[in-house]
């Protein structure tokens, strides 16, 4: 296994479309590894392969506290939202050190595949529902920051343009 280095804003790579997996495969898996181990180092509670500049649809998630409970999606598409919106203080390995609060729709219905290449369909709530959609928007190209006003993410991309220039 391998940790794999993490991109981060306002790095372009972000942006990148994610293309589906084809079919689920030992490279997939070894992807999927590498992801984990990333994620746990960080420590992370969720990874997309976007962010370790893989431009493939996987998800790696563990809400647990002692790394008990991985959680891999791949391809997930969300098929229904509910109408009720909550918001959460969120957080990304892309935007290391800022914290802000962002609303989403509460309760939704996702379909993915998991690593065996099995179909599977949940209806999580609460942070589940938060950091799946949080890694959707990821293999969309897409990060917390975008829900921000234009002059917060703007400080928040000065400060991580002056972090990174060390
Ligand atoms: C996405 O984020 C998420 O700033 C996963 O300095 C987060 O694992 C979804 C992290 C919150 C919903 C709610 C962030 C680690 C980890 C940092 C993460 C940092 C070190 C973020
Ligand atoms: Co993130």
Do not use: W
Not at 27 to 51: N, S, V
Not at 87 to 92: N, P, Q, V
Request: hydrophobic share 40%; net charge negative; with cysteine.
């Amino acid at each position: 296994m391998a940790q794999l280095p993490i991109l981060e804003f306002p790095d372009a790579r972000l942006r990148t479309v994610a293309k589906p997996v084809a079919e689920v495969t030992d490279a997939t898996r070894r992807i999927i590894d590498d992801m984990f181990e990333t994620m746990y180092a960080a420590p992370g509670i969720g990874l997309a392969a976007t962010q370790v500049n893989i431009h493939q649809q996987i998800i790696v998630m563990d809400l647990s506290e002692d790394k008990s409970e991985p959680q891999v999606f791949i391809n997930p598409s969300i098929t229904v939202q509910g109408e009720e919106l909550d918001s959460y203080d969120e957080g990304c390995l892309s935007v290391p050190g800022f914290y802000e609060s962002v609303e989403r729709p509460k309760s939704i219905k996702v379909e993915a595949i998991d690593r065996n290449g099995s179909p599977f369909i949940i209806e999580p709530e609460g942070l589940l529902a938060v950091c799946i959609q949080h890694e959707i928007d990821h293999l969309n190209g897409k990060l917390f920051v975008d829900y921000l006003s234009n002059m917060k993410r703007q400080r928040i991309r000065k400060k991580l343009e002056k972090q990174q220039r060390g």
